[in-house]
């Protein structure tokens, strides 16, 4: 008792060039009849084991059989002699050899890459910043962004060891008309440019909270030329 195994080929082309490969056979210069008596011989084992045949096999095993008899006919006399009857065969077999060994690469690849496991937290690498178009200028601030403006503006403004308690009348309605009056002369400023004339820091509180109902109503519009740096205040023109 001995077993058969037959290998799953993908179709007619895979066969023949498993074939070739196989014994090492010139795929230009391929012996027609020693690939067609193996090539049938295949099928018929096929047909023994009661395996259902796809007809692309029998089309191809019919092409090879169509390819033998021309190569034994001789031309008839006064006709041209024709092109190589193997050639049709062999373009395709090149092609499929072509797309076949980058299928395995491809899978070679994607085996490799699964066995990678990616780190995360990328958030805290350094990052090179590159220049910036103007389109690429304009990015979502948080608030937290414009804190740290408030913050660099206090940070910078003189402070007073003696400290005079004393009601300063500013509102947010005030500096709200201050911050559109200002904008009505500049196109752009930052928000220390707004405030560094300012003698006390209560108004720059309060400016600050007006910028935010300015901003909030699309008046006003902010960006960052880089990852943490200064906000930029600057008219909305849409």
Known sequence: MYTIKLLDF????????????????????????RITKEFLEYLHYMQQLDLEIAGEFLVMAAELMQIKVRLLLPPEPGEEEETDPRAFLVQRLVEYKRFKEMSLEMKRREDEQMKVCYRGYHSADEHVVEEETGEDLIRDVTFFDLLASFKFAMDRMPKKFIHEIEKINVTVEE???????FFSRRSEATFYE????FADRIRIIVTFLALLEVIRSKKLIIRQLQPFGELSIMRNVS
């Open 194 to 197: 707004m405030v560094k004339d």
């Open 175 to 181: 500096q709200i008309i201050y911050i559109e009056d």
């Open 10 to 33: 993908e179709g007619p082309l895979d066969l023949l060039l498993f074939f070739i490969k196989r014994d090492e056979l010139d795929i230009y210069d391929i012996p027609i009849a």
